[in-house]
């Protein structure tokens, strides 16, 4: 499907400043867009980033009918840009699409398009290390309708942002505390969809969690408020003499590329990995008998964030004496090199534009 190109009269990369990039504040030159209607994507095409107009009966506004997704493009040292595993960002983008009635786009759609948005926004790329440029793919229906039913329109569009790091923290160890009386997600519900539902379930705990000083919410489980599930941005990994655990993907949970990533990662090199569930009460005793070595979250944004201190209903534990863990280390260097192009990827997640 071609794809038609309006290029801006009046590009904005000279007033930005690269080296102090906050996440997801400034947005590049162009953005990319394709409807859905009778059955098909049609019409895609690359245009100057502005504005988009709506009616107020969107059904989008009233009933959540989207999905989004998040990957990024990194300046490798040869001047070129790399993205980071964006075939199976795709993959998931589907999967989200299909639980929220969504008609999926194909890789040559996807992938085409990010290619050329990219290309087309090469400025954007930061030079800096540790910097990246964000992408945001994301589908929302467009029927205009009050009524409880799946739209028979879509609009799928692009976005991009020059980013920095994630957390303030950067690399220092965050603080998590658990979730508390709220639930984030249910199996057979959402849990495990990249949808807006997800999210703005998680908006309240992490202001109340901010307040108290903490970086984010661990979710419990919803039912018996027990079993960890994951951190509101993030995938969540413990390492407990020497073994790698984390949650199992039951439903409730998002598939994380960058989880995936290190459970690859952790089993070439010959770490035992788990995916089993673990409670609360576990990890604080493990912590406390000093089983418990390293407990780290994974994503795209923040790529390994590790945490050095966890509370739980007002105990509280210090991990590996608040400092990153040799492994948490370790899997930031591997993840970061392949995916600036300095270092071999054996795997083939980079994908070289």
Request: overall charge negative; charged content about 20%.
């Amino acid at each position: 499907m071609d794809i038609e190109i309006v290029k801006t009269a009046q590009g904005r990369l000279g007033g930005i400043n690269f080296d102090e990039l906050e996440f997801g504040r400034i947005f590049s030159d162009h953005m990319f867009l394709s409807k859905y209607s009778d059955g098909r994507w049609s019409a895609p095409k690359i245009v100057p980033y502005g504005s988009i107009e709506i009616f107020p009966s969107l059904c989008t506004l009233h009933y959540g009918q989207a999905i989004f997704e998040g990957l990024k493009a990194f300046r490798r040292g040869d001047g070129g840009i790399s993205l980071f595993r964006p075939e199976s960002y795709q993959a998931r983008f589907n999967r989200s699409g299909a639980r929220l009635c969504i008609p999926p786009v194909d890789r040559e759609l996807f992938m085409d398009a990010i290619t050329k948005l990219c290309t087309i926004d090469d400025g954007w790329v930061p030079q800096k290390r540790g910097s990246s440029l964000y992408i945001r793919p994301f589908i929302f229906a467009t029927d205009n309708f009050i009524g409880v039913h799946v739209s028979e329109s879509y609009l799928f569009m692009i976005i991009t942002s020059p980013v920095g790091a994630y957390y303030k923290e950067g690399l220092n160890p965050i603080k998590l505390t658990t979730s508390g009386q709220f639930a984030r997600a249910v199996k057979g519900g959402i849990g495990e969809a990249k949808t807006l539902g997800n999210y703005a379930a998680s908006l309240l705990p992490a202001e109340e969690a901010q307040k108290k000083g903490f970086t984010q919410v661990l979710w419990l489980d919803a039912l018996e408020k027990k079993y960890v599930e994951e951190v509101g941005t993030m995938n969540i990994m413990f390492v407990i003499d020497g073994e790698l655990i984390t949650p199992p993907l039951e439903g409730s949970i998002l598939g994380g590329i960058t989880r995936d990533s290190v459970i690859q990662l952790t089993r070439h090199w010959g770490v035992k990995v788990n995916e089993r569930q673990i409670s609360i009460g576990e990890i604080l005793t493990r912590a406390k008998d000093g089983g418990l070595q390293e407990v780290f979250g994974t994503g795209t944004a923040a790529v390994i964030s590790p945490v050095g201190w966890l509370s739980h209903e007002g105990e509280g534990v210090t991990i590996n004496e608040g400092r990153i863990g040799a492994l948490s280390q370790k899997l930031y260097d591997e993840i970061t090199g392949i995916q600036y192009g300095e270092r071999p990827d054996p795997f083939g997640w980079r994908y070289d534009l």
